[in-house]
């Protein structure tokens, strides 16, 4: 009876281990999701502010140039 007991207690702590183990996993697996989520969204940001700089610049280009071409023409 008692090693019944040993035998049933001792698979019980293997499972009690592996559900540990997945639940450690998981959560190890959640925190490396967030951190490429923002990565992700710190290169998005890096985009967008680099794609509304160079808009600004063409801006900028286009209406010098545009006051060059109206400066020839008077």
């Known amino acids: 009876m008692d090693q019944h007991r040993e035998v049933c207690s001792g698979a019980k702590m293997r499972i009690s281990e592996k559900k540990n183990e997945g639940e450690r996993k998981s959560r190890v697996r959640r925190m490396a999701m967030e951190d490429e989520r923002e990565d992700i969204n710190k290169l998005a940001d890096n985009f967008i502010k680099s794609f509304r700089n160079q808009l600004k610049i063409q801006r900028e280009e286009s209406f010098k140039r545009f ?8």
Do not use: L
Request: overall charge positive; glycine content about 12%; cysteine-free.
């Open 67 to 74: 006051r060059e071409m109206i400066a020839r023409g008077t």
